[in-house]
């Protein structure tokens, strides 16, 4: 399965848009389940947003409503769509994948991206 590289963090004001991106340099296709983690300043690493293979989601209560995941397993890629941003967003964003297997479970992690919600 090998890396995940994400792309899309910057910088917006609030209220505004962003979309990430975590492309895998494998398929993706056969990752049980990916997602998008953050880790604000001061704050401990968080869940935004999982997908599983079968396209079910689940989202933080924080960013219901806002935030939406999906996968492209075509181009390898899953996406983070951000709306209407708030400052308590900044955060550096990480996507992660993972797969099961009878040898053991393995995990992803991306290389962060951050994204900064000015007010």
């Known amino acids: 399965q090998g890396q995940l590289v994400e792309s899309g963090g910057g910088m917006v004001q609030a209220g505004g848009s962003l979309t990430l991106s975590c492309t895998g340099s494998?398929?993706?296709?056969?990752?049980?389940?990916m997602g998008w983690y953050r880790q604000g300043p001061g704050k401990e690493r968080e869940m935004v947003a999982i997908i599983t293979g079968g396209a079910g989601t689940v989202y933080a209560d924080s960013v219901k409503g806002r935030f939406t995941i999906s996968r492209d397993n075509a181009e390898n890629t899953m996406f983070l769509q951000m709306n209407n941003l708030k400052s308590e967003d900044t955060a550096v964003y990480y996507c992660?994948?993972?797969?099961?297997?009878?040898?053991?479970?393995?995990?992803?992690w991306g290389q962060g991206s951050q994204v900064t919600v000015s007010s």
């Open positions: 494998a398929s993706i296709r056969s990752f049980d389940r």
């Open positions: 992660y994948a993972y797969l099961a297997r009878i040898e053991g479970s393995i995990e992803y």
